[in-house]
């Protein structure tokens, strides 16, 4: 038997109501580890929700890698690069893509009769992966994208359809200028999107990549260049290797030069604040356990205290002072237990309250979203568990060494 573990659960388990001071204490203890829990739980929620929430907005409309034109990187201008067939079959081929699509940028301006706006038309191909696109739609459908013939669809943003009074079914002109040629086309706006990215919604439009290819002058299977998704983000840099390895440096039908970059990479403004988000986590988790950490320590301590006369008695019993410092460290243990429940129940149902119902609204024009975005990692919570019960143990085996400082013949004296 497990002599301080029985003597623990005794002292945890008795409904002495003449302990009138360890009972707010072991309460306070409780909430303290519960609370600071509970927190920590929300925290590494958001970020993580933050994180990929923005960074799928970002891969959804800009990919996880893009194969160009080496000029296009260093150019304001769209350059040219031939993509065939088996270039797109080498690009797919590619360890950790998982998808390959083409796609050509053309630049606008969009003319009402009382507005006009500059733009990027992206053209893209029924290959293209709508699944983001889809998500994103708020009004009319998705047009059946083509790369050999067009019937001009477009697809424009929330914010676009709000500043030139644009709605699903209407048409508007569209037009372009290039070494003093001005060509006109007329498109008609099939669907709107919002993503609540400020950088996408104010500049990009969809089209068909047949007609961009048109409008820049290009044609058979020139176009501004290929997007590449990957299996796993986290292997992301990995398979960028992977992509300068087999098609980097290389040279196209034309004698373009190929190059690759990935949305780490074409966004850093955006990737270097979410990983400034990461530093606030530490933060908040550090102070979180500190919290729970000094509240056990007090509460251990007038417990301790409070048992003086018991802990004598056992002395006299034979007991040494490493059984009884283990006996404590077993009671703080289940208060430490009863806390991280507590903190369980609260951190994962506000999670999930805000999952359901987005109760937490934010502005999208700062955050890039309209609702705080929650994403539930359970082997994370089970770590933050975890580490939580072991760091509040640690701590408290300093203020455990007390109940050598009791001495037999004084303790039992002890009222």
Known sequence: MNFPLFIARKIYGEDDNRRQVSRPAIRIATIG???GL???IVTVSVVLGFKHTIRDKVAGFGSH?????????????????????????????????????RFTNAEGILKTDNDFLGVAF??????????????CLVEGQLPQFCDSATKY????????????????????????????????????????????????????????????????????DECTGAELLVDDFSRLEQTSLNVVWQVGRTLDADGNTFASQNILEAYPQIFSWLDLLDVNVWIILALMVAVAGFTMISGLLIIILERTQMIGILKALGARNSTIRKTFLWFATFIIGRGLLIGNLLGLGIVLLQQYTGIVKLDPQTY??????????????????????????????????LVSRI???????YE
Not at 385 to 399: D, H, K
Request: a negative charge.
């Open 33 to 35: 580890v519960a609370v």
């Open 38 to 40: 509970a927190v920590m």
């Open 65 to 101: 890698i893009q194969v160009e034109n080496i000029g296009s990187f260093t150019s304001a201008a769209s350059l040219p690069v031939c993509i065939g067939d088996s270039m797109m079959q080498v690009l797919s081929d590619i360890d950790g893509v998982s998808h390959a699509q």
């Open 122 to 135: 992206k053209g893209i191909a029924q290959e293209y992966d709508t699944t983001y696109l889809s998500q």
């Open 153 to 220: 669809p477009l697809l424009i943003s929330q914010a676009m359809a709000q500043k030139l009074r644009l709605g699903v079914g209407d048409r508007v002109f569209a037009y372009f200028i290039s070494d003093d040629d001005v060509r006109t086309r007329r498109f008609t706006v099939t669907g709107i999107y919002a993503t609540n990215m400020k950088r996408f919604d104010d500049l990009v439009c969809l089209t068909d990549l047949y007609a961009t290819q048109r409008l820049n002058g290009w044609s058979g």
């Open 368 to 401: 890039y979203v309209s609702e705080a975005p929650m994403e539930l990692n359970l082997p994370l919570v089970l770590l933050l568990n975890v580490a939580t019960l072991l760091i509040c143990v640690f701590v408290l085996i300093a203020p455990s060494y």
């Open 407 to 413: 001495h037999p013949a004084r303790s039992m004296r």
